[in-house]
Every structure is written in C-alpha cells, then in structure tokens.
C-alpha cells in the first residue's frame, strides 16, 4: 500500500530552470493539493485539483504550473525557477471534499 | 488578518505529562473544519485528528483529543500522557468554503513540542 509518493525526494537546480515535482497516490482520491512550507509561514496552498482535467489556485500560485491528466498523478512544475521557491513541497490528497487530507513525505527543493 | 494563530512556538512538558497546544481560528462561515497534523523531524505530515463545526462532541483519537470551544473560536489539541516519540512541530488547520474551495485547507504557524524524559 504505497498511498501517495512524491519524487525526487531532494533535488538542487539553478536559477532559470525548469523543475517538475511528481506526485502519485494510489488512493484514488478525487482531490489533490500542493503545498509548500517555508519557515515562519507553515505551510501555504500552491494548487489544488478537484478531479482529472480541474485545476485552480491556492493562496500562492504565482510561478507555478500544474496538470492533472490522470486521477492519481499531479505533476508541479517550476517553469523557471527562482530563489525564492527555495522551499519544502508536499503533496496532498483526499477522498473528497471536505474530507481529511493525507501527505506525502515532502521534496526539498533547492534553487542556486 | 492570520486565519489559524499559534501563539506557543515552542513548548517543553515532561514525560508522562498532559500538554495542551493552543490553536485559534478565525472564519465567518458557519460550516468548517479543524485539523491538527504532527511533523516529526524526519518531515512528514501525520493526520492526528479532527473537529467539524457542527460536531457537538469533542474529538478524540487516543491519547489526542481537540479541546473545541466554538464561541471563542479556539480549538486547542489535548495530549494526555506524553511521550518521547510525541517530541515534533504540531500544525493546526482549518477547512473554509463551499464547493471545491471548500477542501482548502490554512495552516498556522505550528508550535514545536518537546518532550523531556
């Protein structure tokens, strides 16, 4: 029972690059998030999908990109990456709305 | 204004002690939810408990238990009979909103506990 596993689990890039966090949950969750964690913020809401093909922003979207064409993948792309997504990422997902949200073990990203 | 406020950004308790960590809120809608998550150093996020608005019983999960007081928006996490393994940042959340948006969910700052034997 994998339940849902992030990759890589660290990953150090360059300023400009591109980067794509990978998530996947074996759950069959409707629903799926990204987050990242940043001291002295907790963690903030990036993107979140409702279902395969539905996607919107959270509270801090900018400089992001996501897409879900499979219910259990929901990929996070940095299309140029900058310092300041220097950050933990974590990916989440539930069962459906309004249901408890169950992590995955985080990507620590580094941006140079 | 902060929507989930953790005013204890560290907290020592003794082994076997009962420690409360506060947790206050702040929503105008009428049906939410309140989510306490334990990270222990080695970075993941466990799921320990959670309160609905509307539920009239405290939660409870083991040795958890969510201290819920709707009038004063707080909804402080119980943990009886600490142990060393209970040593961790503990974030407490919210769940707002209708429809999709409705399963966002606002982190507070998180307080780190520490657990001396």
């Known amino acids: 029972d994998a339940g849902i596993t992030q990759s890589p689990r660290y990953k150090i890039t360059e300023t400009g690059r591109q980067v794509t966090l990978m998530c996947h949950q074996t759950w069959s969750h409707s629903y799926m998030f990204w987050y990242r964690q940043d001291l002295g913020h907790g963690l903030r809401l990036i993107y979140y999908?409702?279902?395969?093909?539905?996607?919107d922003k959270g509270e801090v979207p900018d400089g992001y990109v996501v897409s879900r064409s499979k219910t259990e993948n929901f990929p996070l792309t940095l299309e140029s990456a900058t310092r300041s997504q220097t950050s933990v990422y974590f990916c989440a997902s539930s069962e459906s709305t309004r249901q408890t949200q169950y992590f995955g073990p985080g990507t620590r990203l580094l941006v140079l | 204004a902060q929507k989930i406020t953790q005013t204890q950004p560290g907290m020592f308790v003794q082994e076997k002690e009962a420690v409360t960590l506060d947790c206050t809120y702040d929503?105008?809608?009428?049906?939410?939810?309140l989510f306490w998550y334990k990270q222990p150093s080695s970075g993941e996020m466990i799921f320990l408990i959670y309160?609905?608005?509307?539920?009239?019983q405290n939660a409870t999960e083991g040795r958890y238990s969510l201290n819920f007081q709707k009038a004063r928006k707080s909804a402080n996490l119980v943990i009886s009979a600490s142990q060393l393994g209970d040593s961790a940042m503990y974030f407490c959340a919210m769940r707002e909103g209708r429809g999709n948006a409705g399963n966002m969910l606002t982190f507070g700052g998180g307080t780190r506990l520490m657990v001396k034997p």
């Open positions: 999908s409702a279902a395969a093909d539905i996607t």
């Open positions: 929503t105008s809608d009428q049906s939410y939810g």
């Open positions: 309160q609905g608005s509307y539920d009239e």
